[in-house]
């Protein structure tokens, strides 16, 4: 039985209808400036856009390759095409669907993984390692942000989640690469395993039984130092990648590009934007970029400009081109069965 929303989703649909609300109360109030803005989109430098588009393909490519990574420590070999479209596909549903799109974003790659090869342990813990190894990345990108603008705060706050997050990692890692987990902790992961199943509609039968598969699923996932390395080099480079759209697109409209505060800004909007409040930030991730450059001393029109354009590229593009892959996935399924059956001999 499919349950309903959580409390959670319902508080976050809440607060994602207020804060959608709020941004349509500032676009009337503020239309003046708005169309101000968009005419400087309508008229860019159209020499800057190929590279903007290039920068974004980059960026959506990086984060392929490091799953890729991921999975190859496993024994998976994956091709760039498949996993490129299962990137895309993903943040698709991430990025649009209310409330649980980054659930469902997660629960698709998962599927696909498995599709593409992965057994269940080594498909769950490459999605689990491979978010956690981009959310490092961005905290990497928010301290060269501080550091580089001079804002001590930022840079030691970013730094304190960055040693955190590693050393609740290395922690992790050292507490579930045992072939068992202790007595304390395996009766609370059963429970927890047994209550996300039944929110997924997939019971499991033997929650610890299930827990000891994908702790024996873990021992797959060994990576050297420098295949670790190079998954933090791709987790940092999918969001500098992303910062450089930024960057183009300020370009492209005019404008002054605030280089020392570039990462900062743009770091800080990411931040906001992963909250979770409104799918794919929208509102939220536009409103910080422009009170952001505005600070900088960009003029209000021109950064509300760039930033517009920096959304249409790496978030809409990216967004209408995931859904059309993934329009692609589901058809080449009932096509590829088709094929099947026809050419069975009568």
């Not at 299962?86 to 943040?91: G, K, Q, R, S």
């Not at 001079?150 to 890692?173: D, E, F, M, P, Y």
Request: aromatic content about 6%; charged content about 10%; some cysteine.
């Amino acid at each position: 039985m499919v349950k309903g929303p959580t409390r959670g989703h319902r508080v976050r649909g809440a607060v994602s209808l207020v804060t959608v609300g709020a941004f349509v109360l500032i676009i009337v109030t503020k239309r003046t400036a708005l169309a101000r803005s968009l005419g400087h989109v309508g008229h860019p430098h159209w020499s800057w856009i190929p590279l903007a588009v290039a920068f974004e393909l980059a960026s959506m490519g990086t984060f392929a390759l490091m799953q890729r990574q991921l999975l190859g420590s496993g024994g998976r070999l994956v091709s760039h095409r498949p996993m490129m479209a299962t990137i895309l596909a993903a943040n698709a549903l991430s990025v649009s669907v209310p409330v649980a799109g980054p659930e469902l974003g997660a629960a698709f790659t998962f599927r696909r993984f498995k599709k593409l090869g992965a057994d269940t342990p080594l498909a769950s813990w490459t999605v689990l390692v491979g978010g956690l190894a981009s959310w490092v990345g961005g905290i990497v990108v928010l301290v060269a942000g501080g550091a580089l603008s001079g804002n001590a705060l930022v840079t030691a706050v970013a730094i304190t989640a960055g040693l955190l997050a590693v050393a609740a990692g290395a922690v992790g890692r050292a507490v579930l690469g045992r072939p068992l987990l202790p007595p304390r902790l395996e009766r609370p992961a059963a429970w927890v395993v047994a209550r996300v199943a039944r929110l997924m509609s997939r019971p499991v039968d033997d929650p610890p039984q299930a827990i000891r598969n994908w702790l024996k699923g873990l021992e797959s996932l060994r990576l050297s130092w420098p295949e670790w390395t190079k998954v933090g080099g791709y987790g940092v480079a999918n969001w500098l990648a992303d910062a450089g759209v930024l960057a183009i697109s300020i370009l492209a409209i005019g404008a002054p590009v605030p280089w020392r505060a570039l990462l900062l800004v743009y770091g800080l909007a990411m931040v906001v934007g992963s909250l979770g409040i409104t799918p794919g930030g929208i509102g939220l991730v536009e409103g910080t970029l422009c009170v952001g450059l505005v600070s900088t001393g960009v003029p209000a029109a021109l950064a509300l400009a760039a930033v517009l354009l920096y959304r249409l590229v790496s978030f809409w593009l990216v967004a209408a081109v995931g859904w059309l892959v993934l329009l692609y996935l589901r058809l080449e399924r009932p096509a590829r069965a088709l094929s099947l059956q026809g050419s069975v001999p009568s």
